[in-house]
């Protein structure tokens, strides 16, 4: 996880790359002006900056001069503007990496995790606490009220990406995409059984959730106890409780057609 500034005054676009960039992992501060920015810049002390030039009350480039003349923090240039000349004269002025609006979360993450990586930054991990749970993106390592559990390695990304969005209700259309990178969908038992497999671990059922609940036709969510009774449990999940159970019986613990370390399950 990097500790990011993003500068930009548009508050739809802002608002967009603050959730695709904590959707990612990584914690987001923001400024909507390039003075805002430059003063953000040094007192906050970010890993990363991703600078737009179109703002306000200073052109982005000269915010990067002025940033340049008391900081070395890496800045990655977002900007509409694509000319060439436009692009070497950010670069020389001291931009560690440039991006042209429109451009995916997937794109500006990568290019945020290279520049670091190009850099010498560490990237800062930090332990996700869901009630009991604590989920180490660092160790992978995750304990339950300080016992550790032994999870799979697709077990412990389905299980960081919900510990991300605590509360929150995540589709399984989204669970595909993001954890075994099936954009164009696939099979909701695989996201099924996998949940179930987590429940067993968890100590809980579908029928008596405890941290993983799922809301009828919508979803599954991570949420802390909270003392309430059953979630409202779709009854393709209950028959991959079952299916879980006979799998891991029959086959041991990853079903017969688990491939952790590789492709998706």
């Known amino acids: ?6 500068v930009e005054d548009d508050p739809q676009l802002r608002g967009a790359l603050v959730r695709a960039l904590r959707d990612k992992g990584h914690a987001v501060a923001t400024a ?28 982005g480039a000269q915010v990067l001069r002025m ?3 008391v900081s070395d923090v890496p800045v990655i240039v977002a900007t509409a503007r694509d000319d060439e000349p436009g692009m070497v004269t950010v670069l020389e002025a001291g931009a560690d990496d440039y991006i042209v609006k429109p451009f995916g979360a997937a794109q500006l993450d990568a290019r945020i995790k290279a520049v670091l990586r190009r ?3 560490t990237e800062t991990e930090e332990p ?52 075994w990178q ?3 969908g696939g099979a909701d038992k695989t996201v099924d059984v996998h949940l179930s497999w987590l429940r067993r671990k968890l100590g809980e059922t579908a029928q008596r959730p405890r941290y993983l609940h799922t809301v009828r036709t919508v979803g599954v969510k991570l ?8 979630s409202e449990e779709e009854p393709s999940e209950q028959g991959a409780d079952q299916r879980a159970h006979g799998e891991h019986g029959e086959h041991g613990e990853h079903g017969p057609n688990e491939n952790e370390q590789g492709g998706p399950a």
């Open 1 to 6: 996880m990097a500790h990011l500034l993003v």
């Open 128 to 179: 996700l606490r869901v009630g009991g749970l604590s989920i180490d993106p660092a160790s992978r390592e995750v304990t339950l009220d300080e016992a550790a559990l032994d999870l799979t390695p697709r077990e412990f990304d389905l299980l960081a990406y919900l510990a991300r969005r605590p509360g929150q209700v995540v589709s399984r259309r989204e669970l595909l995409a993001e954890v």
């Open 223 to 230: 949420a802390a106890p909270d003392g309430q009774g059953h």
């Open 182 to 184: 099936q954009p164009l």
């Open 119 to 121: 850099l010498g930054v």
């Open 32 to 59: 909507p002006s390039g003075m805002a920015g430059l003063d953000a810049a040094v007192t906050s002390g970010p890993d990363l900056v991703v600078l737009d030039l179109g703002l306000p009350d200073v052109d």
């Open 67 to 69: 940033l340049r003349a």
